[in-house]
Each structure stands twice: as C-alpha cells, then as structure tokens.
C-alpha cells in the first residue's frame, strides 16, 4: 500500500531541507558538533529536527541523501530511547502489550494522524522508573560499539501517546529517506526492533531473545537481521506498509 502520510511528511521535510540549502551544507561539511546545523520546531510537542546529520552526503549521481537528529524537550531521542520506553511500560503493565501493538501498526501506517481518543487510557498508567541494571546493560552495549547511549531520554519520565506518535514519526521517516522500500527496510527496521521489544513482555510468545539481542539488532550496521520465528508465527510483523 502507498502511504500517503508519510509521503507528505518527507516531501515536507526534504522542503524545509532545500529552503535552507542543506546540500549546500553538506558540500561544505558543515557537520563539526552541530554548530553549523539549523533547526526545525515541529509542532506543539517540543519536537526539534537539527540538519544535516552526520550521515547525511551527496553521493555520486548527485543524489541527496538526508539525515538528521530529532530531539524532544531539548533532549536527543534515538530508536534505543523508544525501545526502552515500550519495554519498560510493558513490564510493569503486561496488560498494555497488545494495545501498544495496535497504537504502533497505526502510527507505522498513519504517523501522528492517528486517532488519539483510542489510545488515550495508555496515558492514565503511573510507571516506575526504568530499572538501572536494564540502563547499564543498554549503555554498555553502546560503549562496546562506540556508540553513545543518550541516557536522559529515558531516566525519570515516560513518553505520553503524542509523544510517542509524533517523535516516532520523524524518527522512523529518517529510515523511509535514507533507506528507501523496497529495495531496503526503511521504516519497517525500526518498527520490527519496537515489536520485539514488546513481545518480550508478551504472554502469550515464548520469545528466544532477551532485550540486550535487541538493542544490539538496533545498534546493527551493514546487515539485515533475521526477524524472530515466535513473531513471525504470531503475525506481530509488519511487512506490507510502503
């Protein structure tokens, strides 16, 4: 199916992108600790977009390939931060399992223009704070990599439904540009880590991973991991989203 959401979304970033001449910046390597990136206020969520990002190149056809960083309330989110975050609710509210599989099968089709009211219970839980053994494996992780862990995004709070449906948005559309379906994943590689992470407090899977082999898929460079036999069974996949 042709996803006219996110279609929109990209048009509309590529836009402000080209507005303030990002291929310009990037021939000019204007990447050094951000100073030279400039900045897009999205909406009314503390949702800021810095650009370029450190991936971002112009390769040898000419063709831009984007990249950029999302913060919220000033902090830098990663695809680790939401995976903490599902985890962590889905734990200690094992109950909240399958309403978050339908809330991310409807922001993965529909970004933020999803209908919020269906959701809006999954704001009423309290959650205790993500276990600090659990932040020293995801961190460590990282340190193994080189690869920094932005532990803020997580440590004392939790994601509302719009947060999430409106960071996850441009998080996940940042895969849509720079790896583009068919021929790659896109956004689907970032949905498939944000299931597993949520199956692993799902009842009824048997899962054969743990939460460390699923930040280290996310951390993955070069190489398509295999989904999981348990999810694949349980139809929990999406595979069909363009």
Sequence with gaps: MNNKEYDKLKNFLVEKFEKYDAPKMI?????QECLNQECLKIGKFGIKIFFPGYKALIDENGIVKYDYRVELNNIPISHVNIILDLYNKTKQQPQLVKPYYKFLKDVAYHAYNIDYKQYENLDSYKFENIDPAVVNIVEQKHITLSKTYQKNGNENWSYSIQE???TLSFIVL???INYPMPRYQGRKMPFYRYFEALALNDADID???TLE???SRTLAKNYRPELFNSLEKNNIYIKNIL
Excluded at 27 to 31: A, C, K, P, V
């Design 164 to 166: 999430l449906a409106n």
């Design 213 to 215: 082999d699923v930040i």
């Design 174 to 176: 940042q895969e849509d």
């Design 27 to 31: 021939i000019d390597n204007l990447f």
């Design 207 to 209: 899962t054969e991973y």
